[in-house]
C-alpha cells in the first residue's frame, strides 16, 4: 500500500510539474505565467481543489497514442475567491498548445455542469490554439458542448472569461456568450480567421494584435469588458468583480459595511456640473462623488464612451450605474452605447443588481451612418432591456433630457421605480431652440426682426414648457431634489425598493431586437 501511495503522489507530483522545465521557461519567455501560477492569482490561497488531473486522451493517430500528458491541457476544479466558491478551468499552453481534444472538452464540461449544480460563478483562463486538429470532429463536437452550457448558465451564475493567450475560430465564442470579457495587452488575442487566412482572401495585411488584440477588443469590437497591461492586475480585478456579483440568480450581491455615512452630503456636485445644458463635464466625477469612498467598476471603459455602465457600492450595497458622459458626444446615444447599456442593464437585471441612471442627454446621435446601420434596432435594445428588468430601478435627472433618449434612459414611463431631477433639469421633446424653430417658424419668418422674434418665443417656450418643474407638476418625476442630496436621496429610494417583487407574463422567453 505505501508503494502504491508514494506511486500516486510521484504521478500527481508530475502533473502538476507539467511537461517541464524548458516548457515553462518558454510560456515565461512569452511574457505568460504557467496555468497553475495564474490559478494562484486567482483564488484564496490554498483553496483550490483539482479534479480529474490524472485525465489522459485516448486519440490514436498522428503520433497521438505516444503523447498522453495528463490533465490533457487543462486544470480544472473548484476554490474560493474572498472566501466564497469560485469554479474554474484554465488551458496549459505547454501542453498540446492549450488545444481542445475530447478528453480535454469533456473535463470543461463536467466542471462547467458543477459549477451550475452548485450555483458559484465559472471563471475560465483561456490560453489555448484552438481545437486539435489531430482529432477531427471530436474536438469540434467539444467545443459545441461547450457553448450549450454558456447559454444555458447564462443568468444562472456569472461566467467570466479571461484571456490570456490567443483564442482562434469557433473557440472565441465561448467568451462571447459568457458576462465578461477580461484581456491583457500584448499576450492575449482573439479573432474568428487569423492575419493569414485574412492576408490571403482579403489582402490585408495585419498583426495578431493589430486584427484581435486586447486594445482592439477593448476600444474598436466591444467585446472585452475589460483590459490590463498584465497577468497580476487582470487577475487581481477579476477577483474584485466577483466580489461585486452574488453566487448565482437566486442571491443578492453581497453587501459590505462602509464607513462612508449614507447621509454624506454632495455639496461639491453644484459645482461639478455647469447649469448650462451645452457646457461638457466628466460624468465620472459626478458618479466618485455620490458612490461609497468613490469606487467604481467601470466595464467597457474604452468603448462607446458617450455612455458610462459601472458596478459600485451604495451604503454597501452593490449597484449598477449607467450614466450618459457629457464629455463625448454631449451624452448622445449611439448605436454602440446603446448596445453596451443594454447588455450591462440585463447583466445587472439578471443577478439581482439594482440600477441607478444618471441622465443628461440631448438625445440619439444623427447621422445617415447611424440611421443606415440601424439605430432603430439597436435603440431598441436598449429600450427592451429597461423594460424587461425587474430590479429596482431609481432614475435622476442632472440637467437636459430631450426626445426620445429621454424615454429610453428610464424614464417613469417605462417603468422606473422612482425618478427625480436636479433644479436644472429639462426634459423636453427637443431644445428649446429647435422647439421653437419647428413650432413659431411661421411666426418667425413674418416678423419684421426674425432674430429678435426668435430669441423672444425661445425663451418663451422655455419658461412655459422647460422650467425645472414643469415634469414634477405632472407626475413624470417624483420629486426635484437639491444635489447636495443626491446620495442619501438614492440610498433610502433604493433602501425602500429592496424587497420590490415583479410578476411577469408566463412566456417562454421574450424576443429582444437583433
Not at 516548457?23 to 484564496?44: I, M, P
Not at 450555483?119 to 470532429?137: F, H, K, M, T, Y
Not at 445644458?277 to 468613490?294: A, C, F, K, L, S
Not at 423672444?456 to 419658461?463: A, D, G, N, P, S
Request: net charge negative.
Amino acid at each position: 500500500m505505501r508503494d502504491r501511495v508514494a506511486t500516486l503522489h510521484a504521478t500527481r507530483a508530475a502533473a502538476e510539474e507539467g511537461p517541464g522545465a524548458r516548457a515553462t521557461e518558454q510560456q515565461h519567455a512569452r511574457g505568460k505565467r504557467t496555468v497553475r501560477e495564474r490559478l494562484e492569482l486567482l483564488f484564496d490561497e490554498g483553496s483550490f481543489t483539482e479534479v480529474e488531473q490524472l485525465r489522459r486522451h485516448r486519440a490514436s493517430g498522428f503520433g497521438l497514442e505516444n503523447r498522453r500528458p495528463h490533465t490533457d491541457g487543462v486544470v480544472t476544479g473548484w476554490g474560493t475567491v474572498h472566501g466564497r466558491t469560485v469554479f474554474a478551468y484554465a488551458h496549459d499552453f505547454r501542453i498540446f498548445g492549450g488545444s481542445l481534444g475530447e478528453a480535454h472538452a469533456t473535463k470543461i464540461h463536467k466542471i462547467m455542469d458543477m459549477a451550475v449544480k452548485a450555483g458559484a460563478p465559472l471563471v475560465s483562463l483561456n490560453d489555448g490554439a484552438g481545437a486539435r486538429i489531430q482529432e477531427g470532429v471530436s474536438a469540434l463536437a467539444g467545443y459545441g458542448g461547450i457553448f450549450r452550457r454558456n447559454t444555458r448558465a447564462s443568468g444562472v451564475i456569472p461566467q467570466i472569461s479571461v484571456m490570456l493567450g490567443p483564442c482562434a475560430g469557433g473557440a472565441a465564442y465561448s467568451p462571447a456568450l459568457t458576462d465578461f470579457v477580461f484581456m491583457v495587452r500584448e499576450t492575449s488575442q482573439m479573432f474568428i480567421t487569423g492575419p493569414d487566412v485574412v492576408q490571403a482572401v482579403t489582402g490585408e495585411e495585419i498583426t495578431q494584435n493589430g486584427l484581435g488584440g486586447a486594445d482592439v477588443h477593448g476600444t474598436v469590437s466591444g467585446v472585452a469588458a475589460f483590459v490590463y497591461d498584465d497577468e497580476a492586475e487582470c487577475l487581481e480585478e477579476v477577483r474584485y468583480l466577483l466580489s461585486l456579483l452574488p453566487s448565482n440568480n437566486r442571491e443578492m450581491p453581497p453587501s459590505h459595511q462602509t464607513d462612508d455615512p449614507a447621509d454624506r452630503r454632495t455639496d461639491t456636485l453644484a459645482d461639478l456640473v455647469p447649469a448650462e445644458g451645452n457646457r461638457p463635464y466628466d460624468m465620472r466625477t459626478v458618479i466618485q462623488e455620490i458612490v461609497d469612498d468613490g469606487e467604481l467598476l467601470e466595464t467597457h471603459a474604452g468603448w462607446a464612451g458617450n455612455i458610462i455602465c459601472a458596478l459600485a457600492r451604495l451604503d454597501g450595497q452593490v449597484v449598477g450605474i449607467v450614466a450618459n458622459q457629457p464629455s463625448l458626444l454631449a451624452g448622445a446615444l449611439d448605436i454602440h452605447a446603446s448596445e453596451k447599456a443594454a447588455r450591462f442593464i440585463s447583466t445587472c437585471d439578471a443577478f439581482n443588481i439594482p440600477l441607478v441612471t444618471l441622465v443628461d442627454v440631448p438625445g440619439f446621435l444623427p447621422g445617415v451612418a447611424q440611421e443606415h446601420d440601424g439605430i432603430i434596432r439597436h435603440g431598441a435594445k436598449l429600450l427592451y432591456a429597461y423594460c424587461n428588468a425587474t430590479v429596482p430601478r431609481v432614475s435622476l435627472v442632472l440637467r437636459k433630457a430631450y426626445g426620445g433618449a429621454y424615454i429610453v434612459m428610464d424614464s417613469q414611463s417605462i417603468g422606473a421605480d422612482l425618478t427625480y431631477a436636479w433644479p436644472t433639469n429639462e426634459i423636453a421633446v427637443m431644445g428649446a431652440e429647435g422647439a421653437a424653430n419647428v413650432v413659431f417658424r411661421r411666426e418667425i419668418a413674418a416678423s419684421d426682426d426674425p432674430e429678435a422674434t426668435r430669441t423672444q418665443l425661445v425663451k418663451e417656450y422655455r419658461t412655459e414648457l422647460m422650467h425645472p418643474y414643469y415634469a414634477v407638476e405632472r407626475g413624470l418625476v417624483d420629486d426635484v431634489i437639491d444635489p447636495a442630496l443626491t446620495r442619501s436621496s438614492l440610498i433610502e429610494a433604493l433602501r425602500v425598493l429592496r424587497t420590490k417583487d415583479v410578476d411577469l407574463p408566463s412566456r417562454k422567453h421574450g424576443n429582444p431586437p437583433a
